[in-house]
């Protein structure tokens, strides 16, 4: 999508710039530094507030951290994942600043031997329309990705809404491990932001290292942005970087960086402030007014007065420990829908519509594992998708599951498939047996000779039908039309057909042989 360059009136050009830096939160059962459970597991998404804490937790005097290994795996795999090298010898920084949900005045982190660093990831961009091609990509520089601990959170309103004259702390969020993606500034308007923030997600969710919930803040998105202004003189000036806080949205994301982009170049007109030390700043996103606000001024590396956190030893990755984990690395989103269109003949849409939910993708694989079991042909995996994208959708989206938890299993789906191509069932009973299937551990095929849903080719019972419907006086003009060369006609006589067998008639092999018994 274009928008207008908010330096044209004034005769500037000026350019966007916008680097990234992305918070993961990872969901492992415990949390970076204690066996407490961790807020961003799916099973403590509805704990209360300040439950799952203990003393590591609240920085108690005289406790000590021990490594999450599970985090470090999962950082390591997001890294893999964003072609990063994998440090050989990282280790633990203390990060200090005071803020009221930070309860030991510091946050361990990594400062100079980050896990992962020095990345690539090629993301889907927008052409001018907004539109995203299925393969024309934009090369992202990735910074680093360090581990660390994420803080609690302060709360304006009383529990279920009520006012507050003051902040609620709420430490459950705290020591949840966080994985911090920062990127090089590579990115020149909102649209390719939000791809790359887009296609980071799903790399995490397919990874399974985040349930990747935006309205829980699994991710948070923190857009770096400043403004290339160009006099038409040619003069050159750079404003102060601005951090746009805790988006957790992707419309917030697009928005903020907009605006953002426009009231950088009014700021400059003002004060004709530039780019220097101690001049970024950070701003908040108000989602009602659509303007960023202004937060604090932004400390630099060095008012954080990094030091190696003494209670922390360094930590070995070994080359036993890497390949193992490359081993264990899933295709990942963008590859797999080009096997999906390439190979599977899926159109982009529907393969996009499959891996927007890792479990419908897995499912949809064991699906077409099944079918192919039994010699399916080339065109089976895109049949399985059609059903599943109808017959399964619905009924995931009112049961609120995901398709593998309807009740159906992999090999039912693929006999359905098989059924209606073999002319077995119609569409509308194939629908139907998918329900069935649904509720039951039969064989399709069973299901479908136990609820009638199997369709009647057999040559004396089908002629039967379409002697009797050929011989109703009221049908005449039907047959007339049919014998002067109007083959739609057949529609009508199909019909009846149809309802006299109660849906069991091949519709197919009907049609065949009314035009053989009345064109000859």
Not at 14 to 40: C, D, F, Y
Not at 377 to 398: D, I, Q, T, Y
Not at 484 to 498: T, V
């Amino acid at each position: 999508m274009t928008y207008p360059d908010p330096g044209q009136p004034h005769g500037l050009t000026t350019q966007l710039i916008v680097g990234m830096e992305i918070h993961v939160e990872l969901a492992t059962r415990s949390k970076m530094w204690t066996t407490a459970p961790n807020l961003a597991h799916a099973d403590y998404f509805d704990a209360e507030p300040n439950t799952l804490l203990d003393p590591v937790v609240i920085g108690m005097p005289g406790t000590l951290p021990v490594i999450n290994r599970a985090a470090v795996e999962m950082s390591i795999k997001v890294g893999l994942a964003l072609g990063c090298s994998i440090s050989s010898l990282t280790k633990w920084d203390r990060k200090s600043y005071y803020y009221p949900d930070l309860p030991k005045n510091y946050q361990i982190s990594q400062f100079d031997r980050p896990v992962c660093y020095d990345g690539a990831f090629d993301v889907p961009v927008s052409d001018d329309s907004g539109n995203a091609p299925d393969f024309d990509t934009k090369r992202i520089r990735i910074t680093r990705a360090h581990l660390e601990e994420d803080a609690g959170k302060l709360l304006h309103d009383l529990p279920g809404g009520g006012f507050s004259d003051g902040s609620l702390v709420d430490l459950n969020r705290a020591g949840t491990p966080l994985l911090e993606i920062v990127t090089e500034p590579d990115f020149t308007s909102a649209d390719d932001a939000v791809a790359f923030g887009q296609a980071l997600r799903d790399v995490c969710r397919h990874l399974g290292v985040t349930e990747g919930i935006m309205q829980k803040g699994h991710m948070r998105f923190e857009p770096n942005i400043n403004v290339v202004i160009t006099k038409p003189s040619g003069e050159v000036f750079k404003t102060p970087v601005v951090e746009i806080k805790n988006l957790n949205s992707f419309k917030a994301v697009h928005g903020a960086i907009i605006h953002e982009h426009h009231r950088q170049v009014e700021q400059w007109l003002e004060d004709g402030r530039v780019m220097g030390a101690r001049a970024k700043s950070t701003r908040g996103w108000d989602d009602v007014k659509l303007v960023t606000t202004p937060q604090r001024e932004k400390e630099d590396a060095d008012e954080y007065r990094y030091f190696p956190d003494p209670d922390l030893v360094t930590l070995k990755i070994g080359d036993d420990w890497l390949d193992r984990l490359r081993a264990e690395q899933p295709e990942l989103p963008l590859a797999k829908k080009a096997r999906y269109i390439g190979e599977y003949g899926l159109k982009p849409i529907d393969a996009d519509n499959l891996l927007a939910e890792p479990a419908n993708t897995r499912f949809f694989e064991d699906c077409v594992l099944a079918a192919r079991a039994d010699g399916g042909p080339v065109s089976e995996p895109r049949r399985v998708a059609a059903m599943l994208l109808n017959a399964g959708a619905k009924r995931a989206n009112e049961a609120g599951v995901f398709l593998d938890g309807l009740g159906i299993t992999p090999q039912q789906v693929a006999d359905t498939v098989a059924l209606q191509d073999a002319d077995k069932i119609s569409a509308s009973a194939a629908d139907t047996l998918f329900g069935h299937a649904c509720t039951s551990d039969d064989p399709a095929e069973k299901l479908a000779e136990q609820h009638g849903l199997l369709q009647v080719s057999d040559e004396g019972q089908l002629d039967e039908w379409i002697d009797q419907i050929l011989a109703d006086p009221k049908n005449e003009k039907a047959i007339e039309q049919i014998k002067g060369g109007k083959e739609k006609a057949i529609g009508a006589l199909l019909g009846q057909i149809m309802k006299l067998s109660k849906g069991q008639a091949n519709p197919k092999a009907v049609g065949d042989k009314i035009k053989a018994k009345l064109l000859g």
